[in-house]
């Protein structure tokens, strides 16, 4: 099975900050990566689909790059509205996903 | 647009089953997969599995082997996920999320409890 290494685990920043979140996975699954924010309560939201690409609707602080095992999830400036717990997932062997372990993301 | 309404919160005793529905709407619900994901109190998203909702082909996450069963009704175009011989660990919210790739639309999710 394909693991992913998903870190920080937490993270604290500021208002403004530029915040980046990496994952790695175990094995080559070339760009077949997502990135999910969750908040409290609620159900993931889909902010980053095949590595680099913004959801619909996903403002444009937020960014993904990457392909072959390093993946990395940007917010350009961050906003209040930004806290919450972000997930990577991939799906190189569908129908198979795995989960990243998540990375909590607090003000500071 | 697309929709996807799970059945309300269960509490069981351990030992027994549930059964959880998520019932589709806004597209054609052949045409997608359903994966399920689960999340315990403080915790990360685990996938539990996938069903194709074309052809009832199913794909479930190894630790799970022999305790789930994911259906589908066509006629209704809703999912059902069974888990069987529950334990205090299965407590977890429980989503179904429209899938192949990336997963754009989730269920409200199900809260399960499991207590004696």
């Known amino acids: 099975d394909i693991q992913m290494t998903q870190s920080p685990s937490s993270l604290s920043a500021s208002v403004g900050d530029r915040v980046t979140i990496t994952c790695q996975a175990s094995?080559?699954?070339?760009?077949?990566l997502n990135w999910y924010q969750q908040k409290p309560g609620k159900a993931p939201k889909l902010l980053i689909y095949?590595?680099?690409n913004l959801e619909t609707g996903v403002p444009s602080r937020f960014s993904g790059s990457g392909s072959g095992t390093d993946f990395t999830f940007t917010i350009s400036s961050l906003q209040p509205e930004d806290i919450a717990t972000y997930y990577c997932?991939?799906?190189?062997?569908?129908?198979?996903?795995?989960f990243g372990q998540g990375t909590k993301l607090e003000i500071k | 647009q697309v929709q996807l309404v799970q059945s309300g919160a269960e509490v069981k005793k351990p030992g027994a089953s549930v059964k959880v529905s998520c019932k589709a709407s806004?597209?054609?619900?052949?045409?997608?997969?359903i994966s399920w994901v689960r999340q315990a109190p403080g915790q990360g998203l685990e996938w539990m599995g996938w069903?194709?909702?074309?052809?009832?082909?199913?794909n479930y996450a190894q630790k799970l082997q022999g305790r789930v069963t994911m259906t589908t009704d066509t006629s209704t175009s809703t999912a059902y996920m069974e888990l069987r011989s529950l334990r205090s660990d299965d407590t977890a919210v429980y989503y179904c999320?429209?899938?192949?790739?990336?997963?754009?639309?989730w269920g409200q999710g199900t809260l399960v409890t499991v207590s004696s």
């Open positions: 999320a429209r899938a192949t790739g990336a997963a754009r639309d």
């Open positions: 806004g597209y054609t619900f052949t045409s997608y997969g």
């Open positions: 069903i194709s909702a074309y052809n009832g082909n199913t």
């Open positions: 094995q080559d699954i070339s760009n077949y």
């Open positions: 095949d590595a680099s």
């Open positions: 997932q991939q799906y190189d062997n569908l129908p198979l996903y795995t």
